[in-house]
């Protein structure tokens, strides 16, 4: 199994633009999520999806859109970046049977 | 949502015993407590998790008092390559929301030669 995997691993965007973060897994695990690093910071939850069809709100939404139209993949769209959403994006999976989630490598995002 | 406190950071030697407190006075009857631990540049990764009393797992062990307002993370005989964030978490189970759980800063262990 590969496991959780995100894609681009780096990314630099212009202020204003719009791009989309990919990840996907293989365990076929229902929760899914993203979450967003500042340096120096602990993770804050961005979205999160309990199944195919089915999303919802974290900490700190704004600015980004996401869907979940199968299991295995969990897009995070930026709109319209901001210099403020320069960070680190990790997705994550856990089967809900506890609070064990399996983390990707991570999405280093710069909005210059 | 239950928040935790934890101490910065901590520094310990090559071989010693860490032992990470965790508080959290408003944890609620159906949270449990996890912790992960980053390395950098990495994703965080599940260390241990419990409801009360102790847990051991081949990584490290878990203490959670009675009245389950603190819990204590123990990683026996450390190694520089324990160096790592670690992170106190309190929520529901995932299935009753606990995606929602807060990663606080999390603790700096910094192990010496």
């Known amino acids: 199994n590969a496991g959780v995997t995100q894609t681009p691993k780096f990314q630099v965007l212009k202020t204003g633009q719009s791009m989309t973060l990919q990840c996907a897994q293989d365990m076929n695990h229902e929760y899914m999520s993203w979450y967003r690093q500042d340096p120096g910071m602990g993770l804050r939850l961005i979205h999160y999806s309990v199944g195919a069809g089915i999303t919802d709100q974290g900490e700190v939404p704004n600015g980004y859109n996401v869907s979940r139209s199968t299991t295995e993949d969990f897009p995070l769209r930026l709109l319209s970046a901001a210099p403020s959403q320069t960070s680190v994006y990790f997705c994550?999976?856990?089967?809900?049977?506890?609070?064990?989630?399996?983390f990707g490598p991570g999405t280093r995002l710069t909005v210059l | 949502l239950a928040k935790t406190t934890q101490p910065i950071s901590m520094d310990s030697y090559e071989g010693q015993e860490v032992n990470i407190t965790c508080s959290h006075n408003?944890?609620?009857?159906?949270?449990?407590i996890t912790w992960y631990q980053q390395f950098p540049s990495q994703g965080p990764r599940f260390i241990i998790q419990g409801y009360k009393t102790k847990v051991t797992n081949e990584v490290a062990s878990l203490f959670i008092p009675a009245d389950r307002k603190s819990s204590t993370l123990s990683l026996p005989r450390v190694s520089l390559s324990d160096t790592a964030v670690y992170y106190c978490?309190?929520?529901?189970?995932?299935?009753?929301?606990?995606?929602?759980?807060?990663f606080g800063a999390g603790t700096r262990l910094f192990v010496k030669a």
């Open positions: 994550a999976s856990g089967t809900g049977l506890n609070n064990e989630q399996f």
């Open positions: 978490l309190v929520g529901d189970d995932i299935a009753t929301g606990g995606f929602k759980t807060i």
């Open positions: 408003n944890i609620a009857t159906n949270d449990y």
